[in-house]
Structure formats: C-alpha cells, structure tokens
C-alpha cells in the first residue's frame, strides 16, 4: 500500500512537472528573449564608453569584444582576490584599478548587463568552472 502512494506521488510529482514545464509559448520565449538581448546591448554600450571609471578608459581598450575576460571559467580562484570569486567580482576588480572608479553593487542593473555581454559574446564555449 505504501509503495503504491509513492509511485502515486511521484506520478503527480512528474505530471506537475510536465504541466509547468508547458506553461510558456513561443511568444514568451521571444519576448523574454528580448529582454534579454536588450540587457546584452546596454551591456555593450557601457563595455565601449568610458562612463564607469574615472579617467576616461573604457573595458574594450584592453579587452576588444570582451577579448580574455574568460566568464566561462567563473567562479574561480582570482590572484588579485586572494580567493574564489564570481564573474562580477572580477568586473569590479577592472572598475576599481583599470578604470580608477567605484565598485558596482552587486545587484547594480549594469553589473547585470556587462555580465550578459560579456558572456553572451563567449556563448558556446564550454562551461570550465576553475580553469586558469
Ligand atoms: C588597462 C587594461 C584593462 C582595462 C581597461 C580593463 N581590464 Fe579587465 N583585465 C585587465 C587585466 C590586466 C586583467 C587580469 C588578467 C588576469 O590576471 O586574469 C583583467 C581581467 C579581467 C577579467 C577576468 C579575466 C579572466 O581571464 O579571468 C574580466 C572579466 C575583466 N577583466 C573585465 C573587464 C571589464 C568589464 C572592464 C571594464 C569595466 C575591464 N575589464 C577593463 C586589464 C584591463
């Protein structure tokens, strides 16, 4: 009898499931893709313009396209950091002594975008969390 509820919940759990994993339409998708590529350019934008830091560099002068910044090898141990960090963390790093400006908090919608260009130009690169 026991058994039988479990098969009966898992049944209900994977049916559920299913019925979630329904519940969008190609039009979500390309909206929600949408706003994602939205966040991408701003992401772009702020990567050329010399608006984050103080005296006037921009990321793409040492990092052209987002060149070596390597997101997918995050989160990893960061020398300059003396420890594990994030993506976001490294972005600061360059704020802070490249750019000679203010750290980004971490929920700043900006860090957000220069995260999603950074790692949308780097899309389809294995994910190699660690790796130096
Ligand atoms: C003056 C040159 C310079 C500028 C400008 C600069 N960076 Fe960097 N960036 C570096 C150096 C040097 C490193 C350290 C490389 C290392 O040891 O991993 C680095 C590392 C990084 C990394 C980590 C790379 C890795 O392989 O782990 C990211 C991400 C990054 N920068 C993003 C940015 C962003 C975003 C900006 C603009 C806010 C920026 N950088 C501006 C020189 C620069």
Redesign the pocket.
């Known amino acids: 009898m026991k058994r039988y509820f479990a098969l009966l919940l898992m049944l209900a759990f994977f049916a559920g499931g299913k019925a979630l994993a329904d519940e969008f339409t190609k039009e979500d998708l390309k909206k929600w893709h949408e706003a994602f590529m939205k966040v991408v350019e701003e992401g772009e934008k ?2 050329h313009s010399p608006t ?2 103080k005296n006037k ?7 052209p396209n ?1 060149a ?4 997918e ?2 989160p ?1 141990f ?3 950091l003396g420890k594990v960090v994030g ?1 976001r963390d ?2 600061n ?3 802070q ?3 000679e ?1 203010e750290p980004l908090p971490l929920d700043d919608p900006r860090l957000i975008a ?1 995260e999603a260009y ?1 790692t949308w130009e780097r899309r389809g690169v294995p994910l190699a969390p660690g790796k130096h």
């Not at 070596?68 to 997101?71: E, G, I, V, Y």
């Open positions: 702020l990567f984050l830091g560099v921009s990321c793409d002068m040492c990092h987002a070596n910044t390597h997101p090898t995050y990893k960061q020398k300059q993506l490294m972005i790093w360059c704020i002594n490249p750019l400006g220069l950074i």
